[in-house]
């Protein structure tokens, strides 16, 4: 079965840093691209961040570019999301979600884990 | 950046009935759509994706349409498990999402 855990998440400051994490397992993880998904409270989805399986290409919404860093431990099937210099308006519910990969390209999202909350404020 | 804009926002509705989302993009995205269903206090599942195929598990009642620019999701009879709030998300490049319609007892 595949489950994919958040932690990590919690009370920040403006200005703070975190780092949120994503464990992964029923599935060969280093086969899937994964990526960063957000909700602000009782708003719609946003995407924040993506990666690929292999080689480790990365993608940023212009709304975190700079300041998130995606990446990811294949061997310790877990993803993360370093993110520096928060802000009030990141404040939100992350998901972390599994990406299909087609031709080298990542497509649609298939699993979703149910979330990690941050609130930023001071 | 291309944006998604669904409508309606909101949609009152009975058991039984059948119900159609659309879901619009800024510029062509070809086929590359997918449709998630969310309910409150949970995680988004995926139900549709390439415009028109049904996600293994997915029940048969829902089925997506569409390419280019316009997009639908049909509910070809509403079940009370149905009740939640749909998105369309585009993946032609990077990732967009309709703003969400949300789908409720009449």
């Known amino acids: 079965e595949v489950q994919l855990l958040e932690s990590g998440g919690g009370l920040v400051q403006p200005g703070g840093s975190l780092r949120l994490s994503c464990a992964a397992s029923?599935?060969?993880?280093?086969?899937?691209?994964m990526s960063w998904v957000r909700q602000a409270p009782g708003k719609g989805l946003e995407w924040v961040s993506a990666i690929t399986n292999v080689g480790g290409f990365t993608f940023d919404s212009d709304s975190v570019r700079g300041r998130f860093t995606i990446s990811r431990d294949n061997s310790k099937s877990t993803l993360f999301l370093q993110m520096n210099s928060l802000r009030a308006d990141d404040t939100a519910i992350y998901f972390c979600?599994?990406?299909?990969?087609?031709?080298?390209?990542?497509?649609?999202?298939?699993?979703w884990g149910q979330g990690t909350l941050l609130t930023v404020s001071s | 950046d291309i944006q998604m804009t669904q409508s309606p926002s909101t949609l009152s509705a009975s058991v039984g009935d059948r119900v159609t989302i659309t879901c619009r993009a800024s510029?062509?995205?070809?086929?590359?759509l997918a449709w998630y269903q969310q309910k409150p206090g949970k995680a988004p599942k995926l139900l549709i994706f390439?415009?028109?195929t049904l996600e293994t598990g997915v029940p048969s009642r829902f089925s997506g349409s569409g390419s280019g620019t316009e997009f639908t999701l049909t509910i070809s009879s509403l079940q009370p498990d149905d009740f939640a709030t749909y998105y369309c998300?585009?993946?032609?490049?990077?990732?967009?999402f309709g703003q969400g319609t949300k789908v409720e007892l009449k």
């Open positions: 029923g599935f060969t993880f280093s086969s899937y691209a």
């Open positions: 510029q062509s995205i070809r086929s590359w």
């Open positions: 998300q585009q993946y032609n490049n990077l990732w967009t």
């Open positions: 390439k415009a028109s």
């Open positions: 979600a599994r990406g299909l990969m087609s031709r080298g390209v990542i497509t649609h999202f298939d699993y």
